[in-house]
């Protein structure tokens, strides 16, 4: 059965840190980019945004020009698991955090053609 699994959302202070991590099973995690996509309060998760995306072996990254330098994507293709560092939150980043396995990577906008998608794990950030 093909899974999508996110963990490590959670309620922080401003400033705080969480790494969300993503664990696919019944298939292979490194057939695919990975992206983080987060759906804020209110919107539909096609109204999201991506926040990451990792190529299949882990040498490129593309983050938002809003995001560089506070979120930092990452993969353990032996443990078939992507992860996601956000640092410095803000309250602006509260938000429900999907990871997705997708077909293609760019330099430009990201990952492309989801395949699959996890259930998402929610991040708040208070003020």
């Known amino acids: 059965q093909v899974q999508v699994v996110e963990s490590g959302g959670g309620s922080v202070e401003a400033g705080g840190a969480l790494t969300l991590s993503c664990t696919a099973s019944?298939?292979?995690?490194?057939?695919?980019?990975v992206g983080w996509f987060r759906q804020a309060p209110g919107l539909e998760r096609e109204e999201g945004e991506g926040?990451?995306?990792?190529?299949?072996?882990?040498?490129?990254?593309f983050v938002p020009k809003f995001l560089k330098g506070r979120f930092t994507a990452s993969r353990d293709n032996a443990k078939n698991t992507a992860y996601l560092q956000m640092d410095n939150l803000k309250p602006e980043d509260t938000a429900m955090y999907y990871c997705?396995?997708?077909?293609?990577?760019?330099?430009?906008?990201?990952?492309?053609?989801?395949?699959?998608w996890g259930q998402g794990t929610l991040v708040t950030v208070s003020s």
């Open positions: 926040v990451s995306c990792i190529n299949w072996d882990g040498s490129k990254t």
């Open positions: 997705a396995a997708a077909a293609y990577y760019n330099d430009y906008d990201g990952c492309t053609y989801v395949k699959h």
């Open positions: 019944g298939f292979d995690l490194d057939d695919y980019a």
